[in-house]
């Protein structure tokens, strides 16, 4: 089931997805980004539209219990995938993680 079914705004709970082991870790972007800077993955529990609970996982920051707080990433349908994307990425998160979000960089892309 993809993320376009389920219901906006529809978050049920989250937990932090914690990497443990540096050598062991199947995710290994995911892993570098929550070891060595302020990251973390969260597993969000969303309500579909038939009322069934699904998992999402993204990549936030340290200050995600935030209201206003927005996630790094979207939502993905599993750790593989955000893992993936975060690779495919790595550079633009954390120039917009060190250096902020310009609005001149929407421009010049």
Do not use: W
């Amino acid at each position: 089931m993809s993320v376009a079914n389920c219901i906006q705004d529809s978050q049920v709970g989250s937990r932090e997805i914690q990497f443990l082991d540096r050598q062991e870790s199947r995710f290994p972007h995911l892993m570098r980004l929550s070891k060595d800077f302020s990251f973390h993955v969260l597993e969000r529990l969303k309500l579909s539209e038939d009322g069934a609970n699904i998992k999402h996982y993204a990549l936030v920051t340290n200050d995600y219990r935030r209201a206003d707080a927005a996630p790094i990433t979207d939502d993905f349908e599993s750790l593989q995938n955000l893992n993936e994307h975060v690779g495919n990425n790595m550079v633009e998160i954390l120039h917009d993680y060190l250096f902020g979000f310009v609005e001149d960089d929407i421009q010049t892309a």
